[in-house]
């Protein structure tokens, strides 16, 4: 099987998953509970949504592992898990994606500091390596570090993939609109920095995820594209802005409504195209359904 990148380069667009966390939770995850531990409690029920997301149409799809790193699972008492319950996380992905569609293995951040001194450079190093080590061991095709918003520990997740497997790696950051129309992350970073450091780390893919619908996205797919003409970009939107109403947080945007933003997206350089928090497999199937006739 080609990498994506390679699929990019000869003019397909593909289209990913949709959310993860949100699906787990109608499941029965429960408030306070280990998300990765149901990769080794309930590998049915993960492998349920993996599927939903094959049988969408998708071309890739993620793994249950977006929390997966020491630092996260010893909120758990999981620390000495990691590549246990990463691996299994791959495994059950791969048994879904079956040989002809890709796995990528979800690394989220760590939710430590190094601005603040809550750990040092070398400590995010290993605590990425050990995580990916596991998901290259489950099968994945390609990492994706995601939801970043500090180019240093963005940049040690990077490396540690690039330089301890044979994976294609991919980076994500979360960017907000501010007043003036910019994007930046929590951390000031722009689409521009992010493009020139996590390009420099090694990241054969850069794109955004999380924290806008579709429609805000199109800027920020156009703003990487302005830095950089030709990497392959991936979008994973939310369906929506989030609205809290009656102590839930909801994402009203509708399959249909995400899908007609496909056409603009891929305009302005999206070359994958998938969901974040919100989105379903209906919300995939519609998309795919567009990207279908584009290709």
């Not at 630092?71 to 079956?98: C, M, P, T, Y």
């Not at 040092?120 to 570090?145: N, P, R, T």
């Not at 893919?205 to 003409?229: D, F, H, Q, S």
Request: hydrophobic letters at 40%; one cysteine or more.
């Amino acid at each position: 099987m080609n990498t994506i990148a390679e699929k990019i380069k000869a003019g397909a667009i593909l289209i990913s998953d949709g959310a993860w966390g949100t699906f787990l939770q109608q499941m029965g995850l429960q408030p306070g509970e280990c998300p990765e531990s149901w990769n080794l409690k309930y590998p049915d029920k993960v492998l349920k949504i993996a599927q939903s997301y094959i049988d969408a149409g998708s071309d890739m799809i993620e793994t249950n592992s977006f929390g997966g790193t020491s630092f996260k699972l010893s909120n758990f008492g999981l620390q000495d898990q990691v590549f246990e319950l990463n691996k299994a996380a791959a495994e059950i992905s791969r048994k879904a994606a079956g040989p002809n569609k890709h796995v990528l293995g979800s690394i989220g951040p760590t939710g430590k500091m190094l601005v603040m001194g809550d750990v040092s450079y070398e400590q995010l190093y290993e605590a990425f390596k050990e995580q990916a080590l596991g998901l290259a061991a489950g099968g994945v095709d390609a990492i994706v570090i995601e939801t970043m918003t500090d180019l240093e520990e963005a940049k040690a997740a990077v490396s540690a993939s690039k330089e301890n497997t044979n994976c294609e790696v991919i980076c994500t950051m979360t960017f907000d609109k501010g007043p003036d129309g910019d994007f930046h992350t929590m951390m000031g970073v722009s689409p521009a920095e992010m493009v020139e450091q996590m390009v420099d780390a090694g990241a054969a893919i850069l794109g955004a995820n999380c924290g806008n619908g579709m429609e805000n996205m199109i800027g920020i797919a156009a703003e990487i594209r302005k830095t950089n003409a030709t990497i392959p970009l991936l979008i994973h939107a939310n369906a929506g802005a989030p609205v809290y109403k009656n102590g839930e947080t909801l994402f009203l945007e509708t399959p249909e409504q995400m899908a007609g933003f496909v056409n603009e997206l891929t305009s302005a350089g999206a070359n994958i195209i998938g969901g974040c928090c919100g989105t379903t497999p209906d919300h995939i199937k519609q998309m795919a359904e567009v990207v279908k006739k584009m290709n």
